[in-house]
């Protein structure tokens, strides 16, 4: 059973940085897909970072060049990185990890981590 738990969330004014945190339990990470996520009131949950199992990344455009997405698996944590943080940055954020089984994949999620950007 994976279990994963997300940290670093915080009240930030516009311009700072937060660094998020997600540790998962269980002896797959290193090949799982990592993502974080957002939500904001009254939004869809989005995607903001992936990061594969390779370390390949791929980002929202709305935080590319001001996020970065990581991964340590000996640690089995994957990171998120804001740098010049905006106030339509305000969500909770959630980590996802993705668990390739055979032909077909399972998703566990975090509980989330709220990010609020004042102005």
């Known amino acids: 059973q994976v279990q994963l738990v997300e940290s670093g969330g915080g009240l930030v004014q516009a311009g700072e940085s937060l660094r998020l945190s997600c540790a998962a339990s269980?002896?797959?990470?290193?090949?799982?897909?990592m993502g974080w996520y957002r939500q904001a009131p009254g939004k869809q949950r989005e995607l903001v970072a992936l990061?594969?199992?390779?370390?390949?990344?791929n980002y929202a455009d709305s935080v590319k060049g001001r996020f970065t997405i990581s991964r340590d698996n000996a640690k089995k944590t994957v990171y998120l990185q804001m740098n010049s943080l905006k106030p339509e940055d305000t969500a909770v954020y959630y980590c996802?990890?993705?668990?390739?089984?055979?032909?077909?994949?399972?998703?566990?999620w975090g509980q989330g981590t709220q990010v609020t950007v004042s102005s």
């Open positions: 996802k990890l993705n668990l390739p089984l055979g032909w077909t994949t399972r998703d566990y």
């Open positions: 269980g002896s797959s990470f290193s090949i799982a897909t």
């Open positions: 990061i594969n199992s390779g370390g390949s990344t």
